[in-house]
């Protein structure tokens, strides 16, 4: 009686992720930065982006600070004058804008021209110089848009 030959079959070699091994290398602070880039680089890039304003900003603030004869209280104190004004400077800018475009208001006209040109307008049937929409023309003939 023969006896069957053993065959034997060959397995393929392991392959190991550096997330399996536990390493000292893979927990390091340059490991794990490395693969938040890689795993979020637009993240990454807006972090970078912000730390190199800040310190630009930081940079521009100690040669401006260098430059001036004042104290450091007295630098702080200043910018922060100067940088309030400009925002309430820009604030009634804009309040002053929007309240001109809110009114429709126009101040090359007074009160009696823009009133004498509404009655001729009114009387003579013909429309204003602005194009209007028809749709907004229609409902506002209606009474349907209130302001």
């Known amino acids: 009686m023969a006896t069957p ?3 034997t079959t060959r ?3 392991r392959t190991t ?3 399996a091994t536990s390493s000292k290398a893979d927990t390091g602070i340059a490991a794990r930065t490395g693969r938040t880039i890689k795993q979020q680089p637009y993240t990454s890039a807006a972090i970078a982006t912000g730390a190199v304003a800040a310190f630009a900003a930081a940079v521009a603030g100690v040669v401006l600070l260098r430059r001036s004869d004042k104290s450091f209280g007295e630098f ?3 910018v922060t004058s100067r940088v309030k004004d ?3 400077d820009v604030r009634t800018r804009a309040k ?3 309240t001109r475009l809110r009114d429709g208001l126009d101040k090359e006209k007074s009160q009696s021209e823009i009133a ?3 009655l001729t307008l009114k009387e003579t049937g013909k429309k204003t110089k602005f194009p ?3 749709v907004i023309e229609d409902q506002t003939k209606v009474g349907s848009i209130s302001y």
């Open 86 to 88: 400009g925002l309430t």
């Open 11 to 13: 397995r393929a070699p």
């Open 96 to 98: 002053g804008r929007v």
């Open 5 to 7: 030959k053993k065959t």
């Open 116 to 118: 004498e040109e509404a």
């Open 132 to 134: 209007v929409d028809p």
């Open 76 to 78: 702080t104190n200043d």
């Open 17 to 19: 992720t550096s997330r």
